[in-house]
Nanobody, 128 residues
Framework: QVQLVESGGGLVQAGGSLRLSCAVS????????MGWFRQAPGKERESVAA??????????YYADSVKGRFTISGDNAKNTVYLQMNSLKPEDTAVYYC???????????????????WGQGTQVTVSS
């Protein structure tokens, strides 16, 4: 089993930056493919970024809406996964979730139903 705890959300002005953290306990995060998802009010939960840590082609995914602005990364020493979010827009406002899946290989999984473990979420609000 693995437990995930997100932090780092908050209120930021458009154009600003936030770094979300996902503290992983119970197992090394490298044993899983990891993803960040978000859910805005009245909308379905959507994949924002994911990686299986292999470094090969297709090993990292970004939604088109965040490509070039968001970066997923991990710190093995801290067993923590990050989502660096730059140039934030009001439409990025949502609850952000960290998730882990046993499906570490290809293809990289981005659908919510493939993920086995979820954090509680952290609110990100971007004001215009």
């Amino acid at each position: 089993q693995v437990q995930l705890v997100e932090s780092g959300g908050g209120l930021v002005q458009a154009g600003g930056s936030l770094r979300l953290s996902c503290a992983v306990s119970g197992r090394p995060f490298s044993w899983y493919a990891m993803g960040w998802f978000r859910q805005a009010p009245g909308k379905e939960r959507e994949s924002v970024a994911a990686t299986n840590w292999s470094g090969s082609d297709g090993s990292t995914y970004y939604a088109d809406s965040v490509k070039g602005r968001f970066t997923i990364s991990g710190d093995n020493a801290k067993n923590t996964v990050y989502l660096q979010m730059n140039s934030l827009k009001p439409e990025d406002t949502a609850v952000y979730y960290c998730a882990a899946t046993y499906e570490l290989g290809r293809p990289l999984r981005t659908a919510t139903n493939h993920y086995n473990f979820w954090g509680q979420g952290t609110q990100v609000t971007v004001s215009s």
